[in-house]
C-alpha cells in the first residue's frame, strides 16, 4: 500500500490547482459561489476527499487529513479575496452608473428668502447698544391726547411749535377734546415719568405722524428716543451717551460730533447735533441727526417730580434717518411702499441678528 | 432773518471773519443758513471801458469793442452782443477763465465768428443781480475812477449776506443788534453803545387821538400804542445805502418813510407802521375786530377780521391788522406830506394766532409772534422820528402814549452752582456773572447765589435752567466734558419686557420661514378700513393728508394684501410679506394692539415658490397659513395642540377654508384662511390670497418656574405603532378623529398622526371620507402583549365612532 499518501497528496494538489483555477475564473458573484459549493459544498470536491480518510490506514490519516485541511484553508481564502474584489468592482461597476447632473440649481430655502425690514434691524441695533447703557425699552399708544402729546412737554395751546408739528387730529369731543396722532414719541418719556419714580433710563422707539408729505417726509416715519433721570445726570453724560451711541452704531472707533445750542419747548438748555460725515464714508460734511437737551423743569413738574431734586436728559432722533445714514438707503417713502425689490435688496437676512459680541452689522 | 457784514458791524466792533462769525452764530444757536459772500461769486469781475466800438465784420448784430480793463494797460479786444454797448461807456467786465453765474459757463478763449474775444461785457443778469436786463451794465460815469478795480468794490456790492434760522424764542435776534450782542458775549467782539438820540420832541401835541378799546380780559391785545404826528415831510425815495441794505436783506425799498420803518425792523427787531394822516378819519384805535369787517392790506388783498384779531382802527372802520399788515388806503406814499408813526405793542399768541389764521406771512409777525421788547415802544418810535426827520424833513409833534409799557421783568434767584450741576461745565463764578451780564441782564447780590433780572428783550428767559442755557451756549457748549454715564450693572442686564421678547422672536421666525418683512402705512383707505372693521370702532382722521390715508387700521391685513397685488402687477407672482405691528380696535390706549401678519400669493409657499425641475411649487392654501400661525404659537411657547380650532374667523376670511386658534370661548389666539373674494373684490386684487393673523397680546405669558429643565422621560421600551383607517361623513372633522383617539388611553397613546384623507371615488357618491390615522403607543413599564395592544385598538375604534360616528374600515 506504499505510494497512496503520496498518490493522495497528488490529487490533493491537483484539486487545489483546479478549484484555484476556477476561483479565479469566477467573473461575478453567482459563478463565485457556485465554485463555492462545488468546493466546499455538502457534496463538494473537498468533502469527498474528506470522506477517503475512513479508507486509509490510521498512520497515514493523519498526514493526509492535513493536508486536505491546509487545501481547504487555501481555497476558503482565495474565495474571500476573490468575493472582495469581486464586489469592490461590482460596487464601482454601480458608482460608475449612478450619476447626477450636479450643476442643477437647489432650492435656497426659505432662510434664504426671507428678510427683516431695514427698520426693524436698526431698531434691534439700537436696542443692543441701549441695553448694554442701562436703558430698557418703552412702548405708548400712536393715539394720543393733547395733554400728552404738547401740555405736559411745555407746549401749551398757543405755542408756536404746535403748530410745526403738522398734527393729525380726530374729530372733536362733545366737550371739545380731541385725540390726536403723537407727533413724536415723547408721550411715552411723559408715560413713563408719570408711571415710575427715578432713576429712569428708557428709549422710546415708535412710529410718529405729520402731516406732512414730500421727498424727504411722509406722514409716518419712526423715531427712537431717550430719556434718563435722577439727581445727578448731566449735559456731560448727556454728550458722552451720544457719543458713545454714534461709535457704537456707525461701527466705527471715532466719530466727529458738533453740539450746538437751540431750542425745544420741552428742554433748556436745548442742542441739536451733527456728526462729521466721515463716519458714512463721506468726508467733509457735517450731517444733522438729532436733537437733545436737558428735560424742562416745566416738564418734570407736570409729572409730579421736584425739579430742585431730579433732573436729566432727553434726545430724540429718527430711525428711518438713521438707516438711511448708515446703510445708504436714498428714498424714504420706499420704506413703506412694501416693494418686494427694494425689501429684498436694503432688508437683512434673519441670520443677520446685532448683538455687541458679534458686531451690529456682519 | 437776514443781515450783511456791514450792517453787524454798525453795531459789533470786531475783526473776525465770515468763518469765524458763521461758525460762531451756529454753536451758540443761531443757526446760520446760509452765508453768501459776493467775493467768492463776483470777485473776478471788473469795472472796464470801452473805448471803441465796432460792427463784428461777419456778424450784423455783433460789435468788436476794445475794452480798457487796467489802468494804463494794452486794449482787450471783446466780442459783445450788447445792443447797448457803445463807445466811452463804462462797464463790467469778466475775464476769460470766469464762471459766470447767472448763464452758468466758465469763459474760455474761443473765436466768435471768426474773431478771439479776451473776455466778456456782462449784464446784471449774468451777475445775477437782476432777474433779466437788456444789455449790459452801463455804470454812471463817476465810475470811470474805478476802471481795473472789482466791481464789488467800487459798487458797495462786497457785503457778505448772512442768513440765520431763527428758533421761536428769540425775538431779540430779528434785530441786528441782537445778533451783535449774542457775538459780543460770545467772545468775537465788542457791541458798539446805541446812538443816543436827541431832537426828536417836538414842539406842538399830537392832534390825532390815539385809543385803546379792548373789552376786559383782552387788554393784553395791545397793551400799549405810542404814536407821533410829522407835519410837512416830503418823502420820496430813500438814499442810496439805505435802498442798498434793504435790498441785500431781500426788502424791496418802497419810499423813505416806509424804508425808514423796515430799517429799524431790521436794525433793532422794532416793527412800526407810518400812516398818511391826512387819510385817517377822527381818533386812531386799537381794538377788536368785529365780524364782518374787511380792509385791504399793503398786498392788495381784502382781508376779513373777526372778533379774536387784533385791529387798528379810525371811524372809517379797520385800517390795519396790529402787529401783522398795514392797510393799503392808510398807507403813506410819494405824495405823503403829514405822516404818524405807530410803536406799539402786541400780544404774541393773539399774533399767531391771527397769522395763522390769515395765512399772513409778514415781518412785523415774524417779530410780534416772538414777543418784541416792550421796552423799545418809545424808543423805537424816537429813532423813527429822527431818520423821518432826517431823510424827509418836517416837524414832529409831541409823542402821544395810550396804556402803558407792560412791565416783563422777572428777578430769578439764582444759584450759579447750578451751571455746574446741569450742565457738567465748571466755570470760575465770574465768568458765568460776566456773561450774563454782557447779555443784558442785571446781576444783584454777592457770592454763589444772586439775583438776576433779564432783560426787557428776552421773555424766553423764565427760570435758572434758561440762564444755564445763556451761560452754556455762550460760554461753549464743546467745553463741556463728555462724562461717562454711570453702569446699572456690571454685565448689562436683558431689558426687553416678554411682549418685546415675543415680537422680536415672531418677526426672526417668520423671515425664517420665507416671508419678506413689510412696514405700511398704520392709516387706510375707509372702504378697506370698513371691509376689516367687523369687532372694531373705526378711527377716523379729521385732516387726512389724502382719502387713501384717512382711517386708522383695523387690521394688519389690507395693507398686506394690496402690498401682493402691487407686487404682482410689477411681475413677482409668488410674494410671501409680513407685517409685525399695531392695529387699532377704537381709540383707546387699550385698542391698541399688536400682532403678526402674514399673507402669501402665488407658489409663495414656505419652502419657496415657482417653477422648478425638482416639480412645480403648490399654489399656496389656507394650510400654508395655518402653518405660519402654528409656527408662531409655537415659537412663542403656546403649545398649539392646546388650541381649539373653530370655524369662525371673521368675514374677510374664505367661510369655508378659515380658521380661528383660540383658547376657550373668549381668547382668539389668530386666525387664519384664503383671503375671502368679496374682501379681495373690494381691495381691488385679482388672484387668490392667503393669510393669517396672530394677536401677540392675546398670547397667554409663558410659565417659566425654574430655568433647569425638567427631567427626560426616555424610555428603553419600543414603541408600537398602529394604523387605523375609519369611513367619515365628510363633514366630520379629522381633529376630532384624533382627539378621540387620543383620548382612548391617556397612559400609553403617545401621539396620533393623520396620514391619508381621502374622499373621492365611491366614497364621495355617498357623502363619505376616510381619514387614517397612526396611532403610537409608548409602553413605560413593560413591553406590551398583543392582547393589551389589541385591547387599546380596540377602544381607539370604540371612542372614535362613538365621538365621530366613524366606522372602521374593513
Not at chain 1, 316 to 341: E, H, Q
Not at chain 2, 238 to 261: F, H, K, M, Y
Not at chain 2, 371 to 387: F, I, K, N, R, Y
Amino acid at each position: 500500500m506504499t505510494g497512496t499518501t503520496g498518490t493522495g497528496t497528488i490529487e490533493l494538489d491537483t484539486l487545489k490547482s483546479e478549484l484555484l483555477a476556477q476561483i479565479a475564473a469566477a467573473k461575478d458573484l453567482t459563478q463565485l459561489e457556485a465554485v463555492r459549493v462545488t468546493a466546499l459544498g455538502k457534496k463538494g470536491a473537498i468533502a469527498a476527499q474528506m470522506s477517503k480518510l475512513a479508507t486509509l490506514p490510521p498512520e497515514e490519516r493523519k498526514a493526509f487529513g492535513a493536508a486536505n485541511n491546509a487545501v481547504k484553508e487555501a481555497v476558503t481564502q482565495s474565495l474571500d479575496l476573490r468575493k472582495a474584489d469581486l464586489e469592490g468592482a461590482a460596487l464601482e461597476a454601480r458608482l460608475e452608473s449612478e450619476r447626477a447632473d450636479v450643476t442643477l440649481p437647489v432650492r435656497l430655502g426659505p432662510e434664504a428668502l426671507g428678510r427683516i425690514h431695514p427698520v426693524s434691524q436698526v431698531f434691534d441695533e439700537c436696542v443692543e447698544i441701549f441695553a448694554d447703557l442701562g436703558f430698557d425699552v418703552a412702548e405708548g399708544p400712536d393715539i394720543e391726547t393733547d395733554e400728552m402729546n404738547f401740555d405736559k412737554l411745555n407746549i401749551p395751546a398757543e405755542h408756536p411749535a404746535r403748530q410745526e408739528h403738522d398734527t393729525f387730529y380726530f374729530p372733536a369731543k362733545p366737550d371739545g377734546s380731541r385725540l390726536l396722532l403723537r407727533t413724536h414719541t415723547s408721550p411715552v418719556q411723559i408715560r413713563t415719568m408719570v408711571s415710575r419714580k427715578p432713576p429712569i433710563r428708557i428709549i422710546a422707539p415708535g412710529r410718529v405722524y405729520r402731516s406732512d408729505s414730500d421727498q424727504t417726509h411722509t406722514p409716518m416715519f419712526h423715531q427712537i428716543e431717550g430719556l434718563v433721570i435722577d439727581e445727578t445726570t448731566h449735559m456731560g453724560h448727556l454728550k458722552w451717551v451720544l457719543e458713545e451711541f454714534c461709535k457704537a452704531f456707525f461701527e466705527v472707533s471715532d466719530v466727529k460730533m458738533r453740539f450746538r445750542a437751540s431750542h425745544f419747548p420741552f428742554t433748556e438748555p436745548s442742542m441739536e447735533v451733527d456728526i462729521g460725515a466721515e463716519a458714512i464714508g463721506k468726508p467733509g460734511q457735517w450731517l444733522e441727526i438729532l436733537g437733545c437737551g436737558m428735560v424742562h423743569p416745566n416738564v418734570l413738574r407736570n409729572c409730579g417730580l421736584d425739579p430742585d431734586k431730579y433732573q436729566g436728559f432727553a434726545f430724540g432722533m429718527g430711525l428711518d434717518r438713521l438707516t438711511m445714514l448708515k446703510y445708504g438707503v436714498p428714498d424714504l417713502r420706499a420704506f413703506f411702499a412694501a416693494d418686494l425689490r427694494w425689501l429684498r435688496h436694503y432688508g437683512f437676512s434673519v441670520l443677520d441678528v446685532p448683538t455687541l459680541g458679534g458686531g451690529l452689522s456682519s | 432773518m437776514k443781515f450783511t457784514l456791514s450792517w453787524l458791524k454798525d453795531h459789533l466792533k470786531t475783526k473776525a471773519t465770515v468763518d469765524e462769525i458763521s461758525t460762531k452764530l451756529s454753536a451758540i444757536g443761531l443757526e446760520v443758513e446760509s452765508v453768501e459772500d459776493p467775493a467768492a461769486k463776483l470777485g473776478a469781475f471788473r469795472v472796464a471801458r470801452i473805448v471803441e466800438a465796432k460792427r463784428h465784420p461777419n456778424a450784423d448784430k455783433l460789435q468788436v469793442v476794445q475794452v480798457e480793463v487796467e489802468k494804463g494797460q494794452p486794449l482787450l479786444e471783446v466780442v459783445c452782443g450788447a445792443p447797448n454797448a457803445r463807445a466811452g461807456m463804462i462797464s463790467v467786465f469778466a475775464p476769460l477763465g470766469t464762471y459766470i453765474p447767472g448763464s452758468k459757463i466758465t469763459l474760455e478763449k474761443k473765436p466768435v465768428r471768426g474773431v478771439v474775444s479776451n473776455g466778456m461785457m456782462c449784464s446784471a443778469a449774468e451777475l445775477e443781480l437782476a432777474a433779466d436786463s437788456e444789455g449790459i451794465l452801463d455804470l454812471p460815469a463817476e465810475m470811470a475812477e474805478h476802471v481795473g478795480a472789482r466791481y464789488i468794490d467800487a459798487a458797495g456790492l462786497n457785503d457778505p449776506v448772512f442768513e440765520v434760522k431763527l428758533t421761536p424764542n428769540r425775538p431779540d435776534c430779528t434785530g441786528v443788534r441782537g445778533i451783535a450782542r449774542d457775538l459780543a458775549a460770545a467772545g468775537l467782539g465788542t457791541l458798539k453803545d446805541e446812538k443816543t438820540i436827541a431832537g426828536v420832541e417836538g414842539g406842538f401835541d399830537n392832534p390825532i387821538a390815539i385809543e385803546l378799546e379792548f373789552p376786559k380780559g383782552a387788554e393784553s391785545a395791545c397793551p400799549v400804542f405810542a404814536a407821533r404826528l410829522v407835519k410837512g415831510v416830503t418823502n420820496g425815495p430813500s438814499p442810496e445805502w439805505l435802498q442798498t441794505r434793504l435790498r441785500a436783506v431781500g426788502l424791496r425799498p418802497i419810499n423813505a418813510l416806509v424804508d425808514v420803518t423796515n430799517y429799524i425792523s431790521q436794525d433793532r427787531g422794532r416793527p412800526l407802521h407810518v400812516y398818511d394822516a391826512d387819510k385817517l378819519k377822527g381818533a386812531v384805535r386799537a381794538r377788536l375786530g368785529k365780524a364782518g369787517e374787511t380792509f385791504t392790506g399793503l398786498d392788495g388783498k381784502e382781508h376779513t377780521v373777526d372778533e379774536t384779531m387784533c385791529v387798528i382802527a379810525d371811524d372809517s372802520g379797520p385800517l390795519a391788522l396790529g402787529g401783522i399788515i398795514g392797510g393799503e388806503a392808510s398807507g403813506s406814499t410819494e405824495q405823503t406830506t403829514n405822516v404818524l408813526i405807530e410803536s406799539a405793542y402786541f400780544d404774541p399768541l393773539r399774533t399767531a394766532a391771527t397769522g395763522r389764521k390769515t395765512g399772513l406771512v409778514t415781518d412785523a409777525r415774524y417779530r410780534f409772534e416772538r414777543g418784541v421788547d416792550p421796552e423799545s415802544v418809545l424808543a423805537g418810535l424816537d429813532l423813527a422820528t429822527q431818520m423821518i426827520h432826517k431823510l424827509c424833513g418836517g416837524k414832529p409833534s409831541k409823542a402821544t402814549v395810550a396804556g402803558h409799557v407792560p412791565d416783563n421783568k422777572r428777578a430769578i434767584v439764582f444759584d450759579i452752582g447750578r451751571v455746574e450741576k446741569l450742565s457738567g461745565l465748571s466755570l470760575p463764578g465770574a465768568e458765568i456773572k460776566t456773561i450774563l451780564e454782557t447779555l443784558g441782564c442785571v446781576l444783584v447780590g454777592e457770592g454763589d447765589v444772586v439775583e438776576v433780572t433779564a432783560p426787557s428783550w428776552r421773555p424766553d428767559i423764565h427760570g435758572a435752567a434758561d440762564l444755564v442755557e445763556e451761560v452754556v451756549r455762550i460760554a461753549g457748549i464743546d467745553r463741556i466734558p463728555a462724562t461717562p454715564l454711570p453702569r446699572t450693572s456690571g454685565v448689562s442686564r436683558a431689558v426687553l419686557t416678554d411682549k418685546q421678547k415675543r415680537a422680536r422672536r415672531a418677526r426672526r421666525l417668520l423671515a425664517a420661514r420665507g416671508f419678506v418683512e413689510a412696514v405700511t402705512w398704520s392709516f387706510l383707505p375707509k372702504p378697506q378700513a370698513e371691509t376689516f372693521g367687523a369687532g372694531s370702532t373705526l378711527v377716523e382722521l379729521a385732516n387726512p393728508i389724502s382719502v387713501d390715508l384717512a382711517v386708522m387700521r383695523p387690521s394688519l391685513l389690507p395693507g398686506l394684501v394690496t402690498a401682493v397685488e402691487r407686487n404682482r402687477n410689477r411681475g413677482f407672482a409668488d410674494v410671501a410679506l409680513f407685517e409685525l405691528g399695531q392695529a387699532y380696535r377704537g381709540e383707546t390706549p387699550q385698542d391698541q394692539y399688536l400682532a403678526a401678519a402674514g399673507v402669501r400669493a402665488g407658489t409663495a409657499g414656505a419652502s419657496g415658490g415657482g417653477r422648478h425641475w425638482d416639480g412645480k411649487a403648490q399654489a399656496v392654501s389656507v394650510f400654508d397659513a395655518k402653518a405660519d400661525a402654528v409656527a408662531i404659537l409655537t415659537a412663542l411657547g403656546v403649545d398649539p395642540a392646546k388650541a381649539q380650532v373653530t370655524r369662525d374667523a371673521p368675514a374677510w376670511y374664505h367661510p369655508g377654508r378659515s380658521g380661528t386658534l383660540r383658547l376657550g370661548p373668549k381668547t382668539v389666539l389668530a386666525y387664519f384662511g384664503e383671503i375671502n373674494p368679496k374682501t379681495l373684490a373690494v381691495l381691488d386684487v385679482a388672484g387668490p390670497v392667503v393669510g393669517f393673523e396672530v394677536f401677540i397680546d392675546a398670547l397667554p405669558p409663558e410659565k417659566r418656574k425654574s430655568r433647569a429643565k425638567a427631567p427626560l422621560d426616555q424610555s428603553d421600551l419600543l414603541a408600537v405603532k398602529r394604523d387605523f383607517a375609519f369611513i367619515l361623513d365628510r363633514g366630520v372633522h379629522a381633529g376630532d378623529v384624533v382627539r378621540a383617539a387620543l383620548g382612548a388611553d391617556k397612559a400609553l397613546i403617545d401621539s396620533v398622526t393623520v396620514f391619508d384623507v381621502f374622499e373621492g371615488g365611491a366614497l364621495a357618491a355617498e357623502g363619505k371620507k376616510s381619514v387614517a390615522i397612526e396611532v403610537t403607543l409608548q409602553p413605560k413599564t413593560e413591553t406590551l402583549t398583543d392582547k393589551a395592544i389589541d385591547a387599546i385598538a380596540q377602544k381607539v375604534i370604540a371612542d372614535v365612532k362613538k365621538a365621530t360616528g366613524g366606522e372602521i374600515r374593513s
